[in-house]
């Protein structure tokens, strides 16, 4: 009732001002009493009106502000729902946006996502003014994901990634029937089958990666152990092999930088691309114009539309000559009539197995809402193909550097671990030069120190949700529909309610070793949580549920290249350790730093030396 007389009282005085407003514009020689011993003689009647008006807007502005701080302090949710009360003192208009826009083990965010969750883990709070909620269990997180696939983004950031990954981008395209098209283009060609056919290209691409940190570090073996081995971040020179990797499975073409050990021009123009769009959507830059306006002309405007333009030419020109060349043949499709999702994925595994690069297997495929009866075969643009490979290649760029770089300083600190990557990696070497199709055996405990690398320092630690209809998370709570649900990932994936000895890096959590064979096998979290067996050993390492890593997202909107990732992080690894020792400087403490969703180190320099002939470091 306060609230309701305040508002009364507040809009009365508004119309009043607003009334001696129009008074004194209809009578300009009006001049009121009121006023005469209070302003200058020298104010004239247009500056009197001047001042007025300003006095309503500031009011106005008052009014509105304290409307919004009125409506911040309601509690967002019904008791209905069982949520917790909302974090106090949000701010008028923000809310708690502040908070959330730091790294979810950051102690800003931990004062929303943690000291006020619940004992379910369930925190609720303002986003602006969107009610919302964190969440902190791993089932939860899944109910959500599962649940939904709406994605609100904030304008500001999207004017941004549009200009460098177009205005269809799969990542932020939320029309629901074009995303789910795009979807389905881009999920045919990664299939399981898909991806194996690819492993051939990303072998060739890290064996010669490792060869050639390899030839660098003898030339300075004899040097003394200050400054003796081969010396890079981390980032820089994981970034090398992803974009050759990007080169020849998406594109059939080689960038050399693994060759090199240097960015190519082209691959410079991609690295610049990325690093630009960030550092524009910091919140920091949110009010500089010469960030926000890309017409201004600014030497960062120039370099910006440099290399943008040589990136987006060099990807179209490709697209088109490929497209002209795949014209030209005789390309046996699946019938206009009968392309059903089953066929199409068949067919796009088998362009993938005989050795077609991506950009191939899109320009081949045909559309799968191509079903009119008619003999023309739909299929996609140059200009949708194009917008869909920068898609992927920048969502995977600083993602798979990051959880390489991440991977490596792990090992660095873990001196068996490595070792036993080294000595898994040498078993399997022959064998994968021949039939890199099997890695995902030959190298499971590699591909175990990738899981827990990305579990511990998940390149990406969070995603939201909105929700367009009601979801209930478990017999008590439920949340309503047009909530905001923030999925703090790094906290889910390092909170002991979703893995035992959550803040040890443990790659045994993923695999075991087999008895009979003595090599790593993946462990079966189902059918050993099934035997309920409790282990009296403080040694024991309870199996990870796959379902609770949230690296790759899930549901509907997770990561499509996964599989791709994944194989790409494992194989490089294992080349890498297989020939060299790596290590960092001593007293060298990995630092995260924040980058839009994203966290990538701040550095972290690697040195290499040769290994020896029997594995060890």
């Known amino acids: 009732m306060e609230g309701s007389s305040s508002s009364s009282s507040s809009s009365a005085m508004l119309f009043r001002l607003s009334s001696f407003l129009m008074t004194q514009q209809e009578d300009s020689l009006l001049s009121p009493p009121l006023f005469d011993n209070l302003i200058p003689s020298s104010f004239n009647n247009n500056s009197l009106l001047v001042l007025l008006t300003s006095i309503t807007i500031i ?18 949710f019904h008791p209905k729902h069982n949520l917790p009360p909302s974090v106090p003192n949000p701010h008028p208009i923000l809310g708690h946006h502040a908070y959330t826009a730091y790294t979810p083990t950051s102690p800003q965010s931990d004062h929303v996502f943690k000291h006020h969750a619940n004992k379910q883990g369930i925190s609720s709070f303002w986003f602006f003014s969107t009610p919302s909620i964190s969440i902190t269990r791993a089932s939860h997180a899944r109910s959500i994901l599962r649940h939904s696939v709406e994605r609100r983004h904030m304008s ?50 890290a064996d010669s990666f490792a060869g050639s940190i390899l030839e660098e570090s003898r030339k300075n073996s004899g040097a003394d152990a200050g400054t ?157 193909v194009t917008e869909m490979l920068l898609t992927l290649f920048y969502a995977g760029y600083d993602t ?70 009601n979801v209930q998370l478990d017999e008590c709570t439920s949340v309503p529909k047009g ?23 443990l790659p045994e959590r993923w695999v075991r070793r087999d008895e009979s064979t003595g090599l790593w096998v993946e462990r079966d979290y189902k059918s050993e949580e099934s035997q309920s067996f409790v282990s009296k050993d403080s040694s024991y390492i309870p199996p990870a549920n796959p379902h609770n890593i949230f690296a790759f997202s899930d549901g509907a909107r997770n990561c499509v290249g996964r599989r791709l990732a994944l194989m790409e992080s494992t194989m490089v690894l294992a080349c890498m350790v297989r020939d060299l020792v790596v290590n960092v400087p001593e007293g060298f403490k990995l630092e995260m730093k924040k980058k839009f969703v994203m966290t990538t180190p701040e550095e972290v320099p690697l040195i290499f030396t040769e290994r020896c002939r029997d594995g060890r470091v």
């Not at 074009?178 to 979807?183: D, G, K, V």
């Not at 898909?194 to 990303?202: E, F, I």
């Not at 909530?483 to 889910?492: D, G, N, W």
Request: some cysteine; overall charge positive.
């Open 59 to 76: 009011l106005l502005l008052l009014i509105i502000i304290k409307q919004l701080h009125s409506h911040h302090t309601r509690q967002p």
């Open 156 to 205: 500001f950031f999207l004017r941004h990634f549009k200009r460098v990954m177009g205005k269809d981008s799969l990542i932020y395209v939320e029309k629901d029937q074009l995303w789910r098209s795009h979807r389905s283009i881009v999920q045919r060609a990664f299939t399981a089958e898909a991806v194996m056919g690819m492993g051939r290209k990303v072998w060739r691409v």
């Open 228 to 384: 003796g081995g081969y010396r890079k971040d981390a980032l820089e020179l994981f970034k090398w092999v992803i974009i050759d990797v990007f080169g020849v499975v998406a594109l059939g073409y080689d960038f050399q930088c693994t060759k090199s050990l240097k960015l190519a021009p082209l691959a410079q123009s991609f690295d610049y691309s990325i690093d630009d769009v960030q550092e524009r959507t910091l919140a920091s830059e949110m009010c500089n114009p010469f960030m926000q306006c890309y017409w201004l002309p600014t030497e960062r405007n120039r370099r910006y539309a440099f290399h943008n333009g040589r990136v987006q030419g060099l990807m179209s020109d490709i697209c088109e000559k490929r497209k002209s060349t795949i014209d030209s043949e005789e390309v046996r499709r699946p019938a206009a009539d009968s392309t059903s999702h089953m066929q199409l994925r068949t067919f796009s595994s088998s362009l993938a197995s005989r050795g077609d690069d991506l950009l191939t297997i899109l320009l081949k495929t045909p559309s799968p809402n191509n079903n009119q009866g008619n003999d023309n075969v739909d299929v996609m643009s140059t200009k949708e």
């Open 400 to 469: 798979s550097s990051t959880a390489l770089s991440c991977a490596m300083y792990l090992l660095s600190t873990h001196k068996e671990i490595q070792t036993i990557c080294a000595n898994e990696a040498r078993a399997a070497s022959i064998s994968l030069q021949q039939d890199p199709s099997t890695w995902n055996e030959q190298l499971a405990y590699c591909k175990a120190v990738v899981m827990e690398s990305l579990r511990l320092h998940s390149p990406v630690t969070l995603t939201s949700r909105t929700l367009e209809t």
């Open 483 to 505: 909530t905001r649900v923030y999925i703090p990932i790094e906290l889910i994936q390092t909170s002991e309610c979703n893995f035992a000895r959550a803040t040890e890096f």
